[in-house]
């Protein structure tokens, strides 16, 4: 089974690999073909998503960016030339332009490890630079949690909102220290609360499942003023 679209734990695909089922995770985007690269059966390494795929060359930005160049990238946004340049650009002692993803990652033995999304970060009130993605999948990943958003932005520590799994809801506290023993302390979740489900009707989900991070806290913003004092 492959596995792409949203950050696969390593742990989640080490269950399944006990249980026999290998999974592959892999990572593109539409903009590009849409598969950069991907795990081989007989070649998995868990904390990445593989070698690029043949043709396809990546590099590393200095902000650590992921650039993809390749046959397999668009030549551009459908009657939007403002997206496509801010997209599609070159950068310094490289020809031609290269795909600039929005993603956060290193190479590490030719295999792309993917960390953050660049516009995701967020800035503590401290100046920590924290990775939301990271933490929400580690929180949905305990199965008391169905969703979870997680802000801080500005804010002195981390707070989440939280959609327990049905008949879960008095468990979720305890999902929420599992997962802060697993992280330093700029990572975890001081105070939390449970919410609505984020759905494609009420806006907060888009198609593919992922919630819209930005419209998600806009919308709950006064719940998240509330857990960050």
């Known amino acids: 089974m492959v596995s792409g679209g949203a950050r696969l734990d390593p742990d989640l695909s080490g269950f399944f690999m006990a249980l026999g089922l290998p999974v592959l995770q892999g990572y593109g985007q539409t903009e590009a073909g849409p598969v950069v690269s991907v ?27 992921v650039l993809v160049q390749g046959a ?54 401290g100046g920590d630079m924290v990775s939301p993605a990271k933490i929400e999948a580690l929180l949905m990943a305990e199965p008391e949690i169905h969703q979870a958003l997680v802000a801080g932005e500005g804010k002195p520590a981390l707070v989440a909102l939280i959609v327990p799994t049905d008949g879960m809801e008095a468990k979720i506290g305890d999902a929420v220290r599992r997962v802060n023993g697993k992280l330093p302390t700029i990572e975890r979740i001081r105070h939390f609360a449970p919410t609505d489900p984020f ?8 198609p593919t499942m992922k919630v819209k991070r930005r419209v998600a806290i806009e919308t709950r913003r006064e719940a998240i003023d509330a857990l960050s004092g």
């Open 199 to 206: 759905t494609i009707e009420n806006g907060l989900l888009t």
């Open 72 to 125: 397999l990238v668009m030549t551009g946004y459908w009657n939007n030339p403002e997206a496509t340049a801010a997209a599609l650009k070159p950068i310094g002692g490289a020809p031609g332009d290269w795909l600039h993803t929005g993603d956060v990652g290193v190479i590490e033995d030719d295999r792309l490890r993917i960390t953050d999304r660049k516009r995701d970060f967020i800035k503590t009130l």
């Open 39 to 65: 795990n081989l059966p007989w070649d998995n390494n868990r904390t990445t998503v593989g070698p690029p795929l043949k043709g396809v060359a990546l590099r590393i930005a200095e902000d650590g960016e």
